[in-house]
């Protein structure tokens, strides 16, 4: 059997052959096994990263955001308390509630790839290829969660801003400069390798299942991407 035959195969074969794989996905999508293992890989690497971040490290970020937000006015210990207590126990759930996030984002994202191709592209890709196609060309993500986890397992502490930018160091919010602003630190993050490894699958990927020109394909794809950057920005500047 070949690699991209099977839906274990698939998972590999998106990252060595993508167009090979892509041919067969478009003849028989499959994406269980695909969504299992990001969701698994995604939510392991989340919750050993929430148990190490450093509790000083957080105090202080909520001690400058409720001092910025109170005009300068530095917050009582009993406030700052109940304020690092409360976001202890929401990163704790949050934490766990991400696959469902996660799983949340995929649909969606499917969606929209599906319905620019049926409709820009006049393509007849039907949607469960496009959720098939979505979660394969996330696979370089599989790859940054495993290089991550031994990462995490030697660290006894993780810094917020650290979590925040990347344990692998993959994008270029790590030589954003001292007092950088949070547009332009979520700007500096949207350009990650594996981002952009993801990107060319996902060009690769629809162009090959939804019959389409490299060129719409790329267009509709980098569109997307660019909209998804720009509210990141937005949300950046207005709570980072």
Request: hydrophobic share 55%; net charge positive.
């Amino acid at each position: 059997m070949a690699l991209e035959d099977s839906s274990a195969g698939r998972l590999i074969g998106a990252l060595v052959s993508p167009v090979k794989t892509f041919r067969s996905i478009a003849e028989r999508p499959t994406w269980g096994l695909a969504l299992l293992v990001l969701m698994l890989v995604g939510t392991v690497t989340g919750v050993l990263a929430n148990k190490r971040i450093d509790p000083n490290d957080m105090r202080q970020m909520i001690e400058q955001r409720m001092e910025k937000q109170g005009g300068g006015q530095k917050p009582s210990a009993a406030q700052l308390d109940q304020a690092a207590g409360m976001a202890q126990k929401w990163g704790s759930i949050v934490v766990w509630l991400a696959p469902i996030f996660s799983v949340a984002a995929y649909l969606i994202m499917a969606l929209l790839f599906w319905a620019a191709f049926r409709f820009v592209a006049a393509s007849s890709l039907t949607y469960k290829t496009s959720f098939s196609v979505l979660l394969h060309a996330f696979m370089p993500w599989l790859i940054a969660g495993l290089i991550t986890l031994p990462v995490i397992l030697s660290r006894e502490h993780i810094g917020i801003q650290e979590a925040q930018q990347g344990l692998l160091a993959s994008n270029l919010s790590a030589f954003a400069p001292e007092g950088a602003g949070g547009a332009l630190k979520a700007l500096l993050g949207s350009l990650d390798f594996f981002s952009l490894w993801t990107i060319v699958l996902l060009i690769l990927g629809y162009r090959t299942a939804a019959k389409a020109s490299t060129a719409s394909s790329a267009t509709i794809i980098l569109v997307v991407w660019l909209l998804y950057v720009g509210i990141k920005v937005g949300l950046g500047a207005a709570f980072g």
